[in-house]
């Protein structure tokens, strides 16, 4: 099978060179070369429009990264764009005092998402899971916090733990996505003096297969939580607005006491929201000091309002669903060509394609090869993680990618040799 030649990304080499010397590290977190296959995909990106990107040397992708999660729409999607702009041109987005938008947001939730009743609005992923826990501490006066996903950055989660006092973890307790068992076992430890338990609804663990819930998984922990007393906080910052308007909460039928959302919902505007029933969510009223300078300005709440109108009135949920369905029964077609352990994981919104070990332990090489060969052939999609699909994202540009598929998935079978285990 030919090979495809590599792309010259000299310019995002050379800037990256740069960065080196004025950031520790060159770039932040998830955006490292290194987390990607380095030395073929690009580290700078120059702009896009709709489901497809250019990096700065003048590459085009058709991007499934989606600025890893908050592009639903596309990206610049000019009516949420206009309506921000007409905000800070015509009214300013940046006060001492709130705007009235969110006011407007949190009773759109409330029509939404099944757990929202009373909704405070923050700036990050991290900033709201982080707010939902002490919200939940507050209103049990426990401690204990019981897991499983990712929840961002902030010490309490973190899975990197340098820099942080363990004392700031030490009641954080992790369970596996699926696994009712230990998270039964975890709560006859410890549940009285658990304060929540937050995981994601929709398993999508970091670098690994994903996973939709077992039957009576998601029933399972919820009646646990009552049990116990604990608050059950769904982290929904990627499903939310992705798998359904309500979540995977609405998807599944399980009502979580609190949520947290964030990505998708203001289609890349910064804004993150807890969400959640009175009861609890009072004790952010009551007893806690939620605050920052940035949290009331305007661009998000505006945004979001715009893009939940857009998703709404164009049925997008309900548009990607349908041709995601399309594109993976095409790719999971493609897959039972090649016999190269490769696994097609997720649902329409969200999916992943990994490889499964062998005796030989070729399952790295078999997927640098294989992306390395996507992201020549102009498909943005990551070894590590899952891709989306937007509503922008047109049908020939999924055709395109089941293409490319198909063509890395044949060099990668003419390259090794996969003995299953
Ligand atoms: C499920 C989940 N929760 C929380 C976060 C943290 O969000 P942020 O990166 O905006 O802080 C993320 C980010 O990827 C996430 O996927």
Redesign the pocket.
């Known amino acids: 099978m030919k090979d495809v030649k590599k792309l010259n990304i000299a310019t995002s080499q050379g800037l990256f060179e740069e960065a080196t010397k004025l950031i520790p590290g060159g770039v932040l977190g998830a955006r490292k070369p290194s987390d990607f296959i380095q030395g073929e995909y690009p580290v700078f990106i120059e702009f896009g429009k709709g489901g497809r990107i250019i990096d700065v040397d003048g590459n085009e992708y058709i991007d499934f990264l989606c600025g890893?999660?908050p592009i639903i729409l596309g990206y610049r999607e000019e009516e949420v764009d206009e309506a921000v702009i007409q905000q800070i041109r015509d009214k300013g987005f940046c006060f001492t005092l709130t705007q009235r938008y969110q006011n407007q947001l949190a009773k759109k939730l409330r029509e939404l998402v099944p757990s929202s009743e009373m909704s405070i609005f923050l700036k990050?992923?991290?900033?709201a899971?982080t707010a939902s826990i002490r919200i939940a501490r507050a209103h049990t006066n426990r401690v204990k916090v019981v897991r499983c996903?990712?929840?961002?950055?902030h010490d309490w989660c973190v899975e990197m733990k340098g820099g942080i006092p363990e004392k700031f973890y030490e009641d954080v307790y992790e369970f596996r996505y699926n696994k009712l068992d230990q998270f039964e076992g975890l709560m006859a430890k410890y549940g009285k003096e658990t304060a929540a338990i937050i995981m994601?609804p929709f398993g999508h663990p970091n670098h690994q297969k994903m996973e939709e819930p077992q039957p009576g998984f998601l029933e399972g922990v919820r009646e646990i939580a009552t049990k116990y007393g604990a608050v059950l906080i769904f982290?929904e910052?990627?499903t939310n607005f992705r798998l359904s308007m309500g979540g995977a909460q609405k998807l599944y039928g399980v009502t979580p006491d609190l949520s947290?959302l964030?990505?998708s919902m203001a289609n890349g505007y910064a804004i993150?929201v807890v969400t959640g029933k009175a009861e609890v969510m009072m004790a952010a009223a009551q007893k806690l000091f939620i605050s920052s300078t940035f949290f009331p300005n305007s661009d998000g709440y505006v945004a979001a309002l715009k893009t939940i109108e857009v998703l709404e009135r164009e049925n997008v949920i309900d548009n990607i669903w349908k041709k995601g369905d399309r594109f993976l029964k095409k790719v999971r077609n493609i897959m039972s060509k090649h016999d190269v352990g490769a696994e097609l994981t997720g649902v329409a919104p969200m999916f992943y394609i990994t490889f499964k070990k062998d005796e030989a332990e070729t399952h790295r090489a078999r997927r640098d090869d294989f992306y390395t060969q996507l992201i020549r052939r102009g498909i943005f999609l990551h070894p590590h993680h899952h891709g989306y699909i937007c509503y922008r994202h047109t049908e020939q540009d999924l055709d395109s990618a089941v293409q490319a598929i198909d063509e890395a998935l044949t060099y990668v079978s003419t390259k090794h040799q996969y003995k299953p285990l």
């Open positions: 890893y999660g990050t992923g991290s900033d899971t996903g990712y929840h961002g950055w994601t982290d910052v990627r947290v964030g990505k993150s």
